[in-house]
C-alpha cells in the first residue's frame, strides 16, 4: 500500500510559487552572446559588459522617471492629508510620509548623481581627476 504525503496549505502554496517562478525564470531567459564571428555587434566593438551598461542605464532613468512622478503624487496626497485633517495623528503621519518620500527619491537621484559624476573618476581601478 503507497503512502501519501500530505502538504499543509502554507507548504502548498509556497511548493507552487517556486515552480511557478523557476519556469518563469526558464521561459524568460534570454542567452547573451559575447563578440564573435556570426555576431554583428564584433565589428562595432560591443561587448557584453558595455551592452549590459547601457541596459542598466536605460533601466536606470526609467526607474528614475517613474520614481519621480511617484514621489509628486504621493507627496501632494500626503499635503493633502496634512492639510485637510483634523485629526491629529493623521497630520503626524503624512508628515513622517512626507519626511520618507523625500528621503527616499533623494537617495535615487544620488546614486545617479554618484553614476554619472564620480565613477569616472576611478576608471580603470585608478584615480583619474
Given at each position: 500500500?503507497?503512502?501519501?504525503?500530505?502538504?499543509?496549505?502554507?507548504?502548498?502554496?509556497?511548493?507552487?510559487?517556486?515552480?511557478?517562478?523557476?519556469?518563469?525564470?526558464?521561459?524568460?531567459?534570454?542567452?547573451?552572446?559575447?563578440?564573435?564571428?556570426?555576431?554583428?555587434?564584433?565589428?562595432?566593438?560591443?561587448?557584453?559588459?558595455?551592452?549590459?551598461?547601457?541596459?542598466?542605464?536605460?533601466?536606470?532613468?526609467?526607474?528614475?522617471?517613474?520614481?519621480?512622478?511617484?514621489?509628486?503624487?504621493?507627496?501632494?496626497?500626503?499635503?493633502?492629508?496634512?492639510?485637510?485633517?483634523?485629526?491629529?495623528?493623521?497630520?503626524d503621519d503624512?508628515?513622517?510620509?512626507?519626511?520618507?518620500?523625500?528621503?527616499?527619491?533623494?537617495?535615487?537621484?544620488?546614486?545617479?548623481?554618484?553614476?554619472?559624476?564620480?565613477?569616472?573618476?576611478?576608471?580603470?581601478?585608478?584615480?583619474?581627476?
Open positions: 500500500m503507497k503512502k501519501r504525503i500530505s502538504l499543509s496549505p502554507a507548504a502548498h502554496k509556497g511548493l507552487k510559487a517556486t515552480l511557478f517562478v523557476s519556469l518563469c525564470s526558464a521561459l524568460t531567459a534570454m542567452p547573451a552572446f559575447a563578440t564573435g564571428a556570426n555576431n554583428p555587434a564584433a565589428t562595432t566593438g560591443t561587448t557584453v559588459w558595455t551592452k549590459a551598461s547601457e541596459i542598466m542605464q536605460d533601466v536606470y532613468s526609467q526607474i528614475i522617471s517613474i520614481s519621480t512622478v511617484t514621489a509628486v503624487v504621493c507627496a501632494a496626497v500626503a499635503l493633502l492629508l496634512m492639510n485637510f485633517s483634523k485629526n491629529g495623528k493623521t497630520v503624512s508628515r513622517a510620509w512626507l519626511k520618507r518620500i523625500a528621503i527616499t527619491w533623494a537617495i535615487l537621484n544620488g546614486l545617479g548623481f554618484i553614476m554619472a559624476y564620480v565613477t569616472p573618476f576611478f576608471q580603470g581601478g585608478t584615480w583619474n581627476p
